[in-house]
């Protein structure tokens, strides 16, 4: 499976970006969908993550501005973030986690760049 993201750029503080990911193929029923991401220097962290049970789970930072969703028909992961800050300037890659295989994927990182 490959995960394409898209949707990073350059946002002034405050403004808004949706990053989107998309599987090559169907994910096996149950699974988790994420967003990580790595600044420079930086721990990578758990940004949200979506389970196919319906459940989400986010990142205290991002809690009240960020939104995760999901299309299964389309195999696809989104993340609406709102009100962004420069601290949450970094690399984000998607994440998906079948479980009927146990086999974690992982998108190639797509840059989000916050001015102050």
């Known amino acids: 499976v490959q995960l394409q993201a898209s949707g990073g750029g350059l946002v002034q503080a405050g403004g808004s970006l949706r990053l989107s990911c998309a599987a090559s193929r169907t994910i096996f029923s149950i699974n988790a969908m994420g967003w990580y991401r790595q600044a420079p220097g930086k721990q990578c962290e758990l940004v949200a993550v979506?389970?196919?049970?319906?459940?989400?789970n986010y990142a205290e930072s991002v809690k009240g501005r960020f939104t995760i969703s999901r299309d299964n028909t389309k195999n696809a992961v989104y993340l609406q973030m709102n009100s962004l800050k420069p601290g949450d300037t970094a690399f984000y890659s998607c994440?998906?986690?079948?479980?009927?295989?146990?086999?974690?994927?992982w998108g190639k990182g797509t840059l989000v760049t916050v001015s102050s």
């Open positions: 994440h998906v986690h079948d479980y009927g295989t146990f086999i974690e994927y």
């Open positions: 979506s389970s196919s049970g319906g459940s989400t």
